[in-house]
């Protein structure tokens, strides 16, 4: 298995832009999550999806987030509009239903200037 | 009520010495704490884990143990090598939840 895949890798964009992000979960795998990563925060949770549905977003940090996941094998966060303190790791990972263990991507490095 | 402090956020030691990082968490209903452990450029991997019902769990060079009275638990990397140099996060979640309340990391590094 590929493992999480996410894209773009890294993206830097100015103030104002919208952007999005894409995460593929691991086949099979029914919960799908969205984690932010910064020095000053540490690793913050901001959605999960279980099965397509959200089912905590309390994470979100404003309305200018917004995620969606379609269909089973891809999931989207998008910030519209993005600011200079969006910048940050943004990671995505799945895991199985019986099985605790999360798995990440490689993470997407995000710079809003 | 649902943190998770870790500490110390840094750590420097030497090769084949002992790194220890430390965990303290509030909510009882935890029954899940995992390890995680990311390097730089890379995304967190699962390294070790322990259930509330075991004092201790052991795989290789990496030990967890568990005081579940004081409600902390610790990561002890035996022989410390200069491969473990990483982020290492504690965690924690509960009654089959899959939401994780992570730490807030410790950076180790292992200087030979």
């Known amino acids: 298995d590929a493992g999480v895949i996410q894209s773009p890798r890294h993206e830097v964009t100015e103030m104002g832009q919208e952007v999005t992000l894409r995460c593929k979960p691991i086949?099979?795998?029914?919960?799908l999550f969205w984690y932010r990563q910064t020095m000053m925060r540490g690793l913050e949770l901001l959605i999960y999806f279980n099965n397509n549905v959200p089912i905590d977003d309390s994470g979100m940090p404003e309305d200018r987030f917004s995620a969606k996941m379609p269909n089973a094998s891809f999931s989207t966060l998008k910030i519209q509009p993005s600011e200079p303190r969006d910048s940050a790791v943004y990671f995505c990972?799945?895991?199985?239903?019986?099985?605790?263990?999360?798995?990440f991507g490689p993470g997407t490095r995000l710079t809003v200037l | 009520q649902q943190q998770v402090k870790q500490s110390p956020q840094s750590l420097i030691v030497q090769k084949g010495g002992i790194s220890i990082i430390n965990c303290a968490y509030e909510?009882?209903?935890?029954?899940?704490f995992p390890w995680y452990q990311q390097f730089p450029g890379k995304g967190p991997a699962l390294l070790i884990a322990i259930r509330p019902d075991v004092s201790e769990k052991k795989e290789g060079r990496f030990t967890i143990s568990f005081n579940k009275s004081a409600k902390q638990f610790s990561l002890h990397i035996m022989d410390s090598q200069p491969g473990d140099s990483a982020t290492y996060f504690c965690?924690?979640?509960?009654?089959?939840?899959?939401?994780?309340?992570f730490g807030t990391g410790t950076k180790l590094q292992v200087i030979p």
């Open positions: 086949s099979g795998h029914d919960y």
């Open positions: 909510n009882t209903a935890f029954d899940y």
């Open positions: 965690a924690a979640n509960s009654g089959g939840y899959q939401k994780v309340t």
């Open positions: 990972a799945s895991s199985l239903p019986t099985v605790n263990e999360q798995f």
